[in-house]
């Protein structure tokens, strides 16, 4: 999420993984009209495929540019930076980490 080139291994799993479970629409009728999802693969397969189908389209498409990395310590999460300051893939992620600096500036003995 530095802005540096994308893994090539990291690309061709993605590539593999999204091809190995082609997957299609299906209209139904019953009980009234409705689409439904099929495929191929089997289910392990088909939910890696649809998850790395997700990952080249976030990682190809406008949003790559707004990928950030979770600032929280411990936290591997990216989410996509909607506003200009936001650090944190959550309101519980961005709550635990103004506590643990509110902590560690505790501990440092500086106040609260
Ligand atoms: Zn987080």
Redesign the pocket.
């Known amino acids: 999420m530095d802005g540096g080139a994308l893994d090539p291994d990291l690309v061709a799993t993605l590539n593999r993984h999204a091809g190995h479970a082609p997957r299609w629409r299906e209209l139904r009728t019953t009980p009234e009209p409705h689409t439904t999802e099929r495929t191929a693969g089997r289910p392990v397969a088909a939910a890696l495929a649809e998850v790395a189908e997700n990952a080249v389209d976030l990682l190809g498409g406008p949003l790559r540019d707004r990928l950030r990395a979770?600032q929280?310590t411990g936290?591997l999460?990216y989410f996509i930076r909607d506003a200009s300051r936001r650090e944190?893939?959550?309101a519980g992620?961005g709550n635990r980490a103004r506590a643990a600096r509110h902590y560690a500036k505790v501990r440092r003995g500086s106040g609260g």
């Open positions: 979770c929280r936290c999460l944190w893939c959550s992620c």
